[in-house]
């Protein structure tokens, strides 16, 4: 059981996504130094914060406006399997 | 010796007819291109690398073959040229950078090589967005990328270059990419054909990703038949590619020349609103003749496709920034200031937002495949707007309001790049003011045939473009 299948706690993590969505300068210049080692002016993390706070407020929402429950990834282990076998021929 | 403009004029069926009775020589061919291209390349800065004699070499070769009775295929001594992502064994494989410009890939790419067996002449590596990553092909390392038909415009991106090659008469047929809509863009706002096909259809190997799980490589061409023609020889799995589909290869010029009678349309009301009015007239003009070419055509809701370009955002922002990493630590102020734009922004996507937005993609494409259920394909105009000026952020919408250059292009395209879906740019006409107008058809997956079928049927209803007077 996935936390958004149920209702209550769906309606947490919606309130979880709205706060996520709202990213600050100060977020966006430290992880930008302390995870990319990337210095960022002032200028352009209020810029970078305003885009992509308003994407990840949209983002957050997916599982809402989508109806996410139930929905895997598109990753799965066929692509998983695909890609080693392609690995294993090159490296014979 | 057949007349320069006459070579030129013909698209890749014709030429190919031409060059397989030996009414017309490779050679010829080639330096009529070649001619073209010296001649009007400093207008439109389509090229990055002309391959002036690798070209030659390639024709000379691909005459000899055919005289000799040994014709390849239908694309033996086409002069075409490659987006400049890829990748070219010896020769420059810029991506339109600055940080590649001097990589030169030691292995051909996947969709070049076969090409190349198939005998087609390598004109040389296309201008494009930088790193494929924006719609405007505004290259500030290798020049801006003008329209044909207005040079005072932008030709679309990220594959600026391959549309306004094909319509200024600088390659038969050209190869581009689509991760958001590169492909289509360009095809529509220079009014020429461009084929997204599905996703896994066309290999990706030895191409400078964008966003791996969106990108799709796929050919730009004069017509309909071209484009079916060039993916014949481009799609099927490829052992390099783990992305690559199995799934057989059908002849995609076989549905080629019918009507569309029994053939059901569906217009996607989210995708038919906030059209500028040149736009939505022309769009209204084509429905009517599919429906005269005998089509069923209604309208059709998918509503989760207003999702969709949050979808394509977060991914193409995460994965870019993975693919970039590295020369974003060591080298990014080589990058364009609005592609590193783009870049710093995927710093801010939280694993949680992609593994969703991918989660997502389901959901869109489950959708589009149920307004499939009863018909065959959906149509859309390719862009809201025709092509904005240079530099032109926004542009006046319906009712004159300012809209979104950005968004009111990309909310049109991104969404098949999603589902992965084919999606097919078709011109509709040109706008009072002499500009491309666009519709994309869009199908179920793996069905290029009947995508390919409509587009064709389309275009011979239509009717010639009046050429762009450059």
Known sequence: VRAEDSEDVRESELRDGDVMGIVTAEMVKSIASEIYDYKLTDDSARSIARGAGALLTGASRLGDVLDLREIEPPFGFANLEAEAARLRRSVK | ?470
């Open chain 2, 1 to 470: 010796m057949a007349h320069e403009n006459d070579m030129l004029a013909l698209d890749v069926a014709a030429l190919s007819a031409r060059l397989r009775a030996k009414e017309m020589s490779p050679v010829e061919v080639t330096e009529a291109y070649l001619g073209r291209i010296d001649a009007l390349d400093s207008k439109l800065r389509a090229y990055i690398t002309v391959t002036a004699d690798v070209a030659r070499s390639a024709a000379k070769a691909a005459e000899g073959e055919i005289q000799a009775g040994r014709w390849r295929g239908p694309m033996h001594g086409v002069p075409v040229a490659l987006k400049d992502l890829v990748y070219t064994r010896g020769i420059r494989t810029t991506g339109g950078s600055k940080i590649l410009a001097d990589f030169v890939p030691t292995h051909d790419a996947t969709v070049w090589s076969r090409l190349a067996n198939a005998g087609a002449v390598l004109l040389g590596k296309l201008n494009l967005h930088e790193f494929a990553y924006g719609i405007t092909s505004t290259n500030p390392h290798w020049g801006t990328v003008r329209n044909p038909y207005d040079p005072e415009r932008i030709p679309g991106g990220s594959s600026g270059g391959s549309a306004a090659a094909i319509v200024g008469r600088m390659a038969a047929a050209t190869i581009g990419t689509d991760t958001g809509g590169s492909i289509r863009i360009p095809a529509a706002l220079c009014g020429c054909v461009g084929l997204k096909a599905t996703y896994g259809r066309v290999n990706r190997y030895g191409v400078v990703p964008l966003a791996y799980t969106l990108d799709h490589v796929g050919p730009i061409t004069r017509t309909v038949r071209d484009a079916a023609m060039v993916l014949n020889v481009i799609a099927g799995q490829d052992p390099n590619d783990s992305t690559s589909s199995e799934k057989p290869v059908p002849d995609f010029t076989a549905a080629l020349g019918k009507d569309l009678k029994g053939i059901r349309v569906g217009v996607i009301r989210e995708l038919n609103d906030g059209l500028s009015d040149e736009v939505a007239k022309s769009f209204q003009t084509a429905l009517a003749q599919l429906s005269a070419l005998g089509a069923t055509v209604e309208t059709v809701s998918i509503p989760s496709l207003a999702a969709s370009s949050i979808v394509t955002a977060v991914i193409t922002w995460a994965e870019a920034l993975e693919v970039h990493e590295q020369w974003m630590r060591t080298r990014a102020h080589e990058y364009g200031a609005d592609v590193r734009r783009l870049l710093e922004m995927g710093m801010a996507v939280p694993a949680t937002s992609y593994v969703r937005a991918q989660r997502g993609r389901a959901r869109i494409l489950a959708d589009a495949l149920g307004a499939l259920e009863s018909r065959d394909v959906l149509v859309a105009p390719t862009s809201a707007i025709p092509a904005p000026k240079i530099g032109e952020s926004s542009v006046l919408g319906e009712g004159g309001a300012g809209v979104d250059v950005v968004q009111s292009i990309l909310r049109f395209t991104s969404p098949f790049d999603a589902t992965g879906q084919p999606a097919l740019a078709v011109p509709t006409g040109l706008s009072p003011g002499g500009l491309p107008l666009s519709m994309q058809i869009i199908g179920r997956p793996f069905d290029e045939t009947t995508v390919l079928r409509v587009g064709d049927a389309y275009e011979r209803a239509r009717g010639q473009l009046p050429a762009p007077k450059i």
